[in-house]
């Protein structure tokens, strides 16, 4: 056997050409434990299809993570913050949408700030910018609002020459952000802005790194908010492949948290309040022929 994804039907929308190969990968075994949460959230033949035609369970991973994300979406210890980064504000919107009516505070920093910057009105220079979401960001701003939910944004930023680990930069104030600069990091007074956001929390779930954290110059926003999540007297979650990786390459073991996700992708989804396909597969009763 090799990675089931090389094979075409895998990945199909064809739901007769799905089922037809989890037919063929059903006749390797007899029962189905799925317990690759990372992929859950993907209709794929081997993680929808397959279990249905199985005597089939959750592993425990994937018993963990779901236990682990309920809480988040359930009636979590407050006060509840919820950090935001990476790249696109386009991946992450509907999180936040989902979770106004649970979080206290929402903390924005990394890629996807500037598109909120720029619905403020701000110059975002040549940082990465999602122009056709600013419409979408400035609904979730007033709707934050409302409800009385806490919107943190960077009021510093770090303003490089261009992308690149040894680019000349300045920390800048928002206000005064250059045209001809990236943002590449939250600058000092943001850093502190965030982790006396993060003092008093009892529940936190981050995803997304505040800076290019691969290139060291550029890492410092994101191990200092990583460093006030260590200090949380409460539950903390950190979920996505780069904030884990972030976590670990500033020396911080997994155990300073209360729970690493292994599903970026998954664990969104389902705090966005979506059907995952391959938990509802794993949650039918009784499968259908295999044959």
Partial sequence: ??????????????????????????????????????AVH??????????????????????????????LTGDPDQPYVVVLGGAKPSD?????????????????GGGMSYTFLAAQGYEVGKSLLEAD????????????????????????????THFAPDADHDVVPV????????????????????????????TVFWNGPLGVFEFPAFAVGTQAVASAIVEVDGFTVVGGGDSAAAVRSFGLADDCFGHISTGGGASLEYLEGRTLPGLTALDADDPAPAS
């Fill in 1 to 38: 056997l090799e990675n089931v994804r090389f094979e075409p039907a895998e990945t199909s929308k064809d739901d007769s050409a799905r089922l037809e190969f989890a037919r063929r990968l059903a006749r390797f075994g007899d029962l189905y434990v799925g317990d690759g949460f990372g």
């Fill in 133 to 160: 979401k600013i419409g979408e960001v400035t609904e979730i701003i007033a709707e934050a609002g409302r409800r009385g939910v806490e919107l943190v944004l960077p009021v510093d930023l770090v303003a490089a």
């Fill in 42 to 71: 993907r209709k794929h033949a081997s993680v929808y299809d397959l279990p249905q035609l199985l005597p089939h369970a959750a592993g425990d991973l994937v018993r963990a993570e779901v236990e682990v994300l309920s809480r």
């Fill in 175 to 202: 206000k005064e952000f250059p045209a001809d600069r990236e943002g590449v990091d939250i600058g000092p007074a943001t850093r502190e802005l965030f982790a006396a956001k993060l003092a008093d929390a009892r």
């Fill in 92 to 108: 992450k919107l509907g999180v936040i949408a989902n979770l106004l009516d649970r979080a206290d505070r929402i903390v924005i």
